[in-house]
């Protein structure tokens, strides 16, 4: 079935540091792909989006490339701010019967940023 | 603020009591999707409707019933509760049920059930 591997957390970094979170997934078809940051007490807040293959999303200086030959949608920064620390949601949708676009979450990886 | 909204923020219950989650999407939204998110399970899609009619179910127990009304608004109805579905529930709404299209979520209802 389809599903998300994310890398796991926490990843703590330094202020201006560069960030990567990498995610993979498995998908019949040719789903969308998207990137959720939930910061602490809060919904989930789309972060950015890619539709097809070599699509790059990108959003507030983070960006990820739709890449199908490796199946994978890597989240990065240059340089993270302390206001960024947040947990990160890697997530696929597919086409599933008619239109409908459930998504499929990875576990989330939490991010701290250190001044 | 996503425009989506959801009561109660917060509530607790005992095992065994009945319990409604109500979402409003944001304006013109036809789809709404319930989300459960829990510390073992993760985030894991529960149901969706689409403009008054159930589209797609998920890991959704037969205890949980949702519906949209006519007015788009939704409910999703816990019953029996466990302790097991003390959770984190999330309701997200979208322009259109397809893949592209993405989902915009609520704050989050916090379920505590002792």
């Known amino acids: 079935g389809n599903s998300v591997t994310q890398m796991e957390g926490p990843v703590t970094l330094s202020e201006e540091a560069f960030l990567t979170i990498n995610c993979t997934y498995t998908a019949t078809g040719y789903p969308s792909l998207f990137w959720y940051v939930q910061y602490p007490g809060e919904g989930l807040q789309l972060l950015l989006k890619?539709?097809?293959?070599?699509d790059k999303g990108s959003n507030k200086g983070f960006e990820a490339t739709y890449r199908k030959e490796t199946t994978s949608f890597h989240l990065e920064k240059g340089s993270v701010q302390v206001s960024d620390s947040a947990v990160y949601f890697c997530a696929l949708s597919t086409p599933y019967g008619g239109a409908t676009n459930k998504l499929i979450f990875g576990t989330g990886t939490l991010l701290a940023v250190q001044p | 603020d996503s425009g989506v909204t959801q009561t109660p923020k917060h509530l607790i219950t005992a095992t065994g009591q009945r319990v409604t989650l109500r979402c409003s999407p944001r304006?013109?939204?036809?789809?709404v999707y319930w989300y459960q998110q829990s510390l073992d399970q993760g985030l894991q899609f529960l149901i969706q409707y689409y403009n008054g009619e159930e589209r797609a179910k998920g890991n959704i127990l037969e205890r949980f019933s949702a519906q949209q009304f006519p007015d788009l608004h939704s409910e999703l109805n816990l019953s029996s509760l466990e302790l097991g579905d003390s959770a984190l529930y999330f309701c997200?709404?979208?322009?259109?049920?397809?893949?592209?299209?993405?989902?915009?979520f609520g704050p989050g209802t916090r379920l505590t059930v002792t």
């Open positions: 304006s013109g939204d036809l789809s």
């Open positions: 890619a539709t097809k293959a070599d």
């Open positions: 997200a709404s979208s322009v259109e049920g397809a893949a592209s299209y993405e989902q915009y």
